[in-house]
Structures are given as C-alpha cells and as structure tokens.
C-alpha cells in the first residue's frame, strides 16, 4: 500500500524551531520528488517546497513566505523526508502535508500533479 | 504570472451539476490538476487535465479552454461537499467550496 505518515507537529513559540518528519512506504521514494504543502486555518493549500531525487539532482525549491527559513532534506536510505522549519512565525501554524509530485509527459504536454498525500501533522506557532 | 484563480464558494441542489474553474495564464500552456478536501482529512488527488485517477467517480471531469481549467461534476452526491483546489506549476488556486443543498 502506497502511504506517506508525516510526525513531528508541535506548539512552538514564535522564533522556534521543528523538524517535521514523512515516512514513505509502497512506493519507489528514492526516485520520487517530494513536496510539501500546508493549510493555515481558514485558509487554502499553499505549496512550501519541494525536493528532487538524488538522481535528478536533489536540489530543493520554496515559496518566498519560507524561503532562507525552512529546508527541505531527504534520507533515501530510510525512506524518509524532513522539513526543517527555523525563525517560525505566527503565520506558519496549519497543517503541514508531504506529498509526491508526479510528472507525465508525451505529445499532449506535461501533466504534474501530487498523489499520495499524507494524513498531515499540526504546527501551532503561538506565544 | 503563475497565479490563479477561484471563485471562493458555489452551491447546489443534490443531483444537479456544478462547474468548478481555475483561471490563469500558466493554464494556456499546462494542465491543472484538482484535489478534493473534506474537513478534518488529507487532499484526495482527483483530475489531471481531463484525465482521471483510478477510483474517482466518473461523474468528476475536467477540460480546459484559454486560461481557465474546468473541474465538472454531473449529478452532484452529498459525499462531494468539500473544498476543492486546483494546481498548475506548483500553484495552488485558493480553493472553492462546495455545498450540497
């Protein structure tokens, strides 16, 4: 069975710092690009950051609200994805989900998409 | 710009049918993709273009024309109140809700 388990949510106050963890099983991770995205309260999905395979590179990308704050990072030898958060503010409490991105392409163009998700873990960022 | 666009909230009559769009430039060159989230559980993956995963209803299609991408769903269920997002190069639309009546 395909599954991503994400671990790590927290209350954290303003300033702190969490490392979010995702643990895949049922699929080839090490040749998957993993992402994660997160819904703040009242609010919709919003991409955070992605990281690519080892054999593509592994470079990581992020959204500007994150960036030079939070790191993406993969261990292929266990199967797991991590999100380092730093410097957190009011602002990054939601729920945070890993994700696989998905790519096909042919004559018709590319498709992307992102599948599985995981269940999500909470992040609280308050004083 | 790679934003794009949703009307925040639509309603309908159980067994009607509801269009759900996303608009924006990057839509004129890619494919959405749509995902569908009930309150209190995980985004579930359900449309790539007009293309759809294993296991979604067949009453779930999507199409694009220009710079809108449209989600359809034809004989709306109770099950199907929920958020629904679209995606294109990597950016989220802000969501429409969906209510059943």
């Known amino acids: 069975e395909v599954q991503l388990v994400e671990s790590g949510g927290d209350l954290v106050k303003p300033g702190g710092s969490l490392r979010l963890s995702c643990a895949a099983s049922g699929f080839s991770f090490s040749n998957t690009w993993m992402t994660w995205v997160r819904r703040a309260p009242g609010k919709g999905l919003e991409w955070v950051g992605r990281i690519k395979s080892n054999s593509d590179g592994g470079t990581t990308d992020s959204a500007a609200p994150v960036n030079g704050r939070f790191s993406i990072s993969r261990d292929d030898s266990k199967n797991i994805l991590y999100l380092q958060m730093n410097s957190l503010k009011t602002e990054d409490t939601g729920v945070y989900y890993c994700?696989?991105?998905?790519?096909?392409?042919?004559?018709?163009?590319?498709?992307?998409?992102?599948?599985?998700w995981g269940q999500g873990t909470l992040v609280t960022v308050s004083s | 710009s790679s934003e794009v666009t949703q009307d925040p909230a639509v309603s309908v009559a159980l067994g009607q049918t509801v269009r759900i769009t996303c608009q924006g430039d990057s839509l004129k060159s890619d494919y959405a993709s749509w995902y569908q989230q009930k309150p209190g559980q995980a985004p579930v993956f359900i449309m790539y273009?007009?293309n759809r995963p294993s296991g979604i209803p067949d009453r779930f299609s999507g199409s694009t024309s220009g710079d809108t991408a449209s989600l359809t769903i034809t004989g709306v269920q109770a099950e199907d109140e929920a958020d629904y997002f679209c995606n294109s190069r990597l950016v989220f639309g802000g969501g429409t809700k969906v209510t059943v009546l």
């Open positions: 273009g007009k």
């Open positions: 994700t696989a991105e998905r790519e096909l392409s042919g004559w018709y163009g590319t498709y992307t998409w992102f599948d599985p």
